[in-house]
Nanobody, 115 residues
Framework: QVQLVESGGGLVQPGGSLRLSCAASGSIFSIYPMGWYRQAPGKQRELVARITSTGSTNYADSVKGRFTISRDNAKNTVYLQMNSLKPEDTAVYYC?????????WGQGTQVTVSS
């Protein structure tokens, strides 16, 4: 089985920055795409950013230019660097690894952007 552990969430003021980390167990980390999703109260879970095994990325329009997804295969970790944060970024953020047969999700980490 694969386990994902997220960290780095918290309270930050508008315009601030936060870096989320997601550490994965297992030795198959490097070959699968990974993504960050978020879900705000009363809203559907949405894709924020995605990165493939080769490093190709894509982002939701709402975060382009502000967020950066990256991965460190040696550490089995994927990151989400969030800059210029806005109140509308407030949500629970989840990481996901998409294997051929199953999607594994982390437990989520709360990000709150408020003054």
């Amino acid at each position: 089985q694969v386990q994902l552990v997220e960290s780095g969430g918290g309270l930050v003021q508008p315009g601030g920055s936060l870096r989320l980390s997601c550490a994965a167990s297992g030795s198959i980390f490097s070959i699968y795409p990974m993504g960050w999703y978020r879900q705000a109260p009363g809203k559907q879970r949405e894709l924020v950013a995605r990165i493939t095994s080769t490093g190709s990325t894509n982002y939701a329009d709402s975060v382009k230019g502000r967020f950066t997804i990256s991965r460190d295969n040696a550490k089995n970790t994927v990151y989400l660097q969030m800059n210029s944060l806005k109140p509308e970024d407030t949500a629970v953020y989840y990481c996901k690894i998409a294997t051929t047969s199953y999607d594994y999700w982390g437990q989520g980490t709360q990000v709150t952007v408020s003054s």
